[in-house]
């Protein structure tokens, strides 16, 4: 045929948009005789390459073209189109991307990248198959799949493997075997609870010869107290939980109950539909109970600012905004924060419905609430209204009130950041003399509190004799529903200072309509509903992949925060689907997810790396073996605590100051003080760290905890020399090290062998082989060697032993999951 002479119509809208790049893993080529899949081969590619200027966004829609929707695919541009279904050599997209002429050619030449023949290919036989159209996979709901057959049928454990294995069988690739005996009680163990196993818990597993031995082990480890910790530890990432407001003053909060309340929601395997419902909008449910409303503190977690002279509605409204972007990235697994300031580029969400869903959670107060028997609240009350009239009794005082002007005059900057954000308001209102007494009583009781004047200490005394009896009531921050709801307005550009269009609650037109129980305005309580709704397509898809990427170091989409066009399309989608589904069955269950991957063979496998895979599965996506992963910060001290027979089991409570370096508290802009904890508190596991968002605790932020600003989905695991600094030298570690040596020789036997055999089996869960046995006895005798002949003959070996417990602790192995 000839070409009509139309190129140059299309050359603006083609040059501008980057290199048509296609993920295809070795499924998809394996596939070549089946049918072009559009949802996972055509439209990420499309996505990836055109959609932001060609996709959902009118006003930076070049050419006129759009290629996220069929009829813009198909659309009549002039006596052309870019796809005509069935014939690719009337189709300019086909055209543009095998034209011989260098600028004509899609990619152009300055994006230094090029389509490959099988690139090429894959979109020829689209086009010639009659260019199929399926709107994206995750805004449909997920279908039951039936299970795949195997040709091997005693591989599979359960319906997970088969979904596995069809796809490996298919390409002629064998699954590893399953891993040994001590290390699927070390993997399963750490992946559980987050604790390594003891040696007499690896020598039971061991020994047990049982059936179903492997099976009571999940089963214990599910039942453990630490499970709601170790998983506890992974939602509260998503919750952006921290022990302080952020920004700049960085004031401490006290919001530890919230925490407590999703570590035993998960070990009583609270539905997760209810904990969703709960965290969103507990308060509304009918007679909410005090953990409901405590669940509320999922949105009090964001960062609050202090400093003086800011506008206070703009960072509500940007509260608002952190609650409805954490929404959608937890439950949805969508970026609905690009929607903000325009309509999403890529995703078919508007401005409009990005307000809609603001208007939700635009109507609460955030109060800061008691938690304990009322009989205690009601004493509490009584003794501060006694010291309340005592202090209406002298706050008049003309003495003291001289003393307190010289007290705060006499306050530095940061003296004065380290108060009360009452007192600091009633600082920046107004001058001394001007104050209001409202204003003044609250700045006079920090003053009693706090100077040390001559005749102030008696007041305090006199004051701490009232309190004698004050019980310590902890408190936490919740929201609550306005009695009379405010307006929302779609913000111009996403300015607080533009209010555009008032707009009611309501979701993603998108998605499934919103259903409410009663006419009128639906409330946080019909948008939580709507998240767990069985039509929902993604919430369940979310949650399960999350799951597996805790188990496998990747999700099934590997953009777990981005279940939209941009992200990754899944590598097993029926898996997928069928766990989501399955999910929804067993009655929201996670512990019954669980146990479904636990058990699976697919997670049983070895982790060993496989040559035949390295060229065919370099990123183990078809998971024919398990895969290695460096565990978190709070682990890796958790791990530690355990070898050197230090741990804190104690579950929940107030967060507690472990060992750091000094002058951690100093790089913020407030001077705090950091007092490490003696006693029980010096050793609880990591996740109970008082976690400061400008000066967090290094060890965390070396291992990548995530710094509590943000809902992180999933941490980065970085591989740096700090961290083996920091394993060695930190503080912490070497009393960890101290201790370890001090266990092993009062533990071990006698002999060296004994004891650096236990020492290997305290911190792999294994004992060494026999060259490792043969370095670290080399070291120990050349430790000794060098020892000085007058020291302490116990004090020497101690300090022996605790230098191979450092190497021991430092290894790669150590804070590896195999």
């Not at 399955?582 to 479904?596: Q, T």
């Not at 050197?644 to 003080?673: A, H, I, K, W």
């Not at 976690?691 to 999933?714: E, I, Q, S, Y």
Request: negative net charge.
């Amino acid at each position: 045929m000839t070409r009509p002479t139309r190129a140059s119509a299309l050359l603006p809208a083609f040059l501008s948009c980057s290199a048509l790049l296609v993920a295809l893993g070795p499924e998809s080529r394996a596939e070549d005789e089946a049918p072009v899949s559009f949802s996972r081969q055509i439209r990420p590619l499309l996505s990836d390459a055109c959609f932001e200027c060609h996709g959902p966004d009118a006003a930076r829609r070049e050419a006129g073209l759009r290629l996220d929707t069929s009829d813009g695919v198909t659309a009549d541009l002039g006596g052309y189109s870019a796809v005509v279904p069935g014939s690719p050599d009337e189709s300019e997209l086909y055209l543009r991307i095998t034209e011989e002429v260098a600028d004509l050619r899609m990619p152009p030449p300055g994006h230094n990248t090029s389509l490959d023949a099988d690139q090429i290919e894959l979109l020829r036989r689209w086009i010639e198959e009659g260019a199929p159209w399926e709107d994206h996979w995750a805004f449909a709901p997920p279908e039951r799949p039936e299970l795949p057959p195997n040709k091997d049928g005693s591989w599979p454990r359960n319906p997970i493997d088969r979904f596995v294995l069809s796809p490996l069988e298919r390409d002629g690739i064998a699954p590893s075997p399953e891993a040994d005996r001590a290390t699927l009680i070390r993997r399963a163990s750490l992946d559980v609870i987050g604790l390594p196993p003891t040696p007499d818990e690896v020598a039971a597993f061991l020994e047990d010869d049982r059936p179903d031995a492997y099976d009571r082990l999940i089963e214990r480890l599910l039942s453990s107290p630490h499970y709601g910790e170790r998983w506890g530890r992974l939602w509260l990432d998503m919750a952006r939980y921290a022990d302080s407001n952020g920004y700049s003053i960085d004031a401490p909060r006290e919001i530890w109950l919230y925490r407590d309340w999703v570590i035993d929601s998960l070990n009583r395997d609270f539905p997760f539909d209810e904990f969703t419902v709960d965290q969103i909008a507990g308060d509304l449910r009918p007679e909410p109970d005090t953990p409901q409303v405590v669940a509320t503190g999922f949105h009090r977690n964001t960062p609050i600012n202090q400093e003086g002279g800011i506008d206070r509605e703009q960072f509500r409204i940007e509260s608002v905004i952190d609650r409805v972007n954490t929404t959608g990235t937890v439950w949805l697994g969508l970026t609905v924060g690009c929607a903000q300031c325009h309509d999403h580029k890529y995703d078919p969400i508007s401005q409009l419905d990005y307000y809609r869903m603001f208007a939700f959670l635009n109507t609460v107060d955030e109060p800061t609430i008691p938690v304990a028997s009322p009989e205690a609240i009601a004493l509490r009350e009584a003794i501060e209204a006694e010291v309340a009239a005592y202090l209406s009794g002298i706050e008049r005082d003309p003495e003291l009130l001289a003393l307190q002007k010289a007290w705060e005059e006499g306050l530095d900057a940061p003296s004065r950041q380290r108060q009360s954000q009452e007192v600091r308001e009633a600082f920046d209102a107004t001058p001394f003399a001007k104050r209001t007494p409202e204003a003044n009583r609250v700045v006079f009781a920090a003053f009693i509190d706090q100077s040390d004047a001559p005749g102030v200490k008696s007041h305090r005394e006199a004051i701490e004799a009232l309190r004698t009896d004050l019980p310590e009531i902890p408190t936490t921050m919740v929201v609550r529903e306005q009695a009379s709801p405010r307006a929302t307005h779609v913000l111009m550009g996403g300015d607080f200072t533009r209010p555009g269009e008032v707009v009611g609650p309501g979701v993603p037109a998108v998605l499934p309509p919103l259903e409410t129980e009663e006419a009128g305005r639906p409330d946080r309580l019909d948008l939580a509903r709507w998240i767990v709704a069985p039509d929902n397509p993604l919430t369940a898809r979310v949650t399960v992949n999350r799951l597996w990427q805790a188990y496998f170091g990747r999700g099934i989409v590997e953009t777990g925060e981005d279940f939209g066009t941009q992200g990754t399309p899944p590598s097993h989608p029926e898996l997928l689907d069928w766990l989501a589904t399955e999910f929804v069955e067993r009655g929201w269950s996670l512990k019954a997810m669980h146990r479904l991957i636990l058990t699976s063979a697919t997670y049983r496998q070895s982790s060993d790396l496989r040559p035949d895979l390295a060229e065919v599965d370099p990123t183990n996506r078809r998971l024919a073996r398990q895969s290695r992963i460096r565990i978190d910060a709070e682990l890796i001290r958790d791990s530690a605590l355990v070898a050197s027979g230090l741990l804190n089991p104690e579950v929940g409570g107030p967060s507690v100051f472990p060992p750091q370096p000094d002058g951690v508290m100093s790089l913020g802009q407030v001077d705090r003080e950091w007092v490490a904890a003696e006693g029980p508190d010096r050793t609880r596991r990591g996740l109970y760290t008082f976690f400061w968002r400008a000066t967090p605790h290094p060890l965390l932020v070396g291992f990548d905890a995530p710094d509590g600003t943000f809902a992180c989905t999933r941490r980065a695991r970085s591989n740096t020399p700090l961290q083996a600094l920091m394993l060695l030298n930190d503080r912490a570690f070497f009393e960890f090290a101290r201790a370890l040596a001090d266990r092993v020789i009062a533990e071990g036997p006698d002999d060296d062998a004994g004891r650096l055999d236990l020492a290997v089996r305290l911190c792999l869960a294994r004992s060494p082989d026999e060259a490792e046995a043969d370095r670290l006895s080399a070291l120990l005798d050349d430790l000794r060697a060098r020892g000085s002949a007058d020291a302490d003959p116990a004090a020497a070996e101690r300090d022996a032993w605790t230098t191979v417990a450092r190497v021991l602790l430092n290894l790669d192995e150590f804070i590896t999951r195999e």
